[in-house]
């Protein structure tokens, strides 16, 4: 089976055969992004895909013509209120990111306590999770390579002059109430400022779990001893199809 993790700059890629990774990869939105994924699809028609994703309406659909072109089997793993016994905060579940959503189900997985998921990319993506599986919220935060332009075209629906840094809000149920932005401020400092803030919420021996692609800047600043994930979203991703009985071989 094929994995794709499309987030809002890159598309990641994993290729299994049963229980085995056998390849894997990743290629940034450029101008012949499509053209690219084309060629590497050309020998791997064969399997089944499983894709989550946070592309705009014009990228997923472009991705989806060209997963039917190749006559692919393609199926999307989406947020849900609840599911692997995690349980969303969100006010309506499915606008949390489907790769959020599934690094809460991959560290549900992983930790028997209390945790913070971090997944350091385009954005820096903050989320509480208690040990019952109940998610508490979180925040959504500029990356440390992200420009202000960049990051206002991943949310060009909404009014990001309204949604200030603040670590007196509580951890956000919605993608407006997440979002924290301030660019006179280090995004690693507010990361740090809410997760101090926010720990008081969590039992005193949580956990922090991290991921992306910046996990060594973010590590290399944080007070506390992390557990480094790298393929948290997979992880994620393999747990729920295996939940669900879906092909996982080619």
């Known amino acids: 089976m094929i994995l794709f993790d499309c987030g809002n700059t890159a598309l990641k890629w994993q290729c299994w055969e049963a229980d085995s990774l056998s390849c894997s990869g990743g290629l940034h939105y450029g101008s012949n992004w499509l053209e690219s994924l084309g060629r590497l699809l050309v020998p791997l028609q064969a399997h089944s895909v499983y894709l989550t994703s946070v592309l705009n309406t ?15 089997t393609w199926q999307r793993l989406q947020s849900s209120a609840s599911d692997l016994g995690v349980s969303s905060a969100y006010d309506e579940p499915q606008t949390l990111g489907d790769d959020r959503w599934m ?3 991959a560290a549900h997985a992983l930790v028997s306590q209390d945790c913070m998921v971090i997944d350091a990319g385009s954005a820096i993506t903050l989320d509480l999770l208690r040990a019952d599986g109940q998610h508490l919220g979180g925040a959504i935060i500029p ?21 200030q840094a603040d670590a007196s809000r509580p951890p956000g149920c919605s993608t407006p109430a997440a979002i924290h932005i301030d660019y006179n ?25 991290l991921a992306g692609g910046d996990a060594d800047r973010v590590e290399a600043r ?6 480094r994930v790298p393929d948290l979203v997979f992880t994620g991703m393999r747990c729920l199809i295996k939940s669900r009985g879906l092909q996982v071989q080619q």
Request: aromatic fraction near 8%.
């Open 58 to 72: 014009e990228r997923q659909q472009a991705l989806e013509a060209l997963l039917s072109e190749k006559q692919m």
């Open 143 to 163: 990356g440390t390579r992200t420009s202000r332009d960049h990051f206002r075209e991943i949310f060009s629906y909404l009014d990001l002059s309204e949604l």
């Open 222 to 227: 944080l007070p506390t001893a992390v557990r």
């Open 185 to 209: 401020r280090d995004s690693i400092a507010i990361l740090i400022e809410l997760m101090q803030r926010w720990q008081s919420l969590l039992d005193v021996n949580y956990q922090v779990l």
């Open 103 to 105: 690094t809460l189900l």
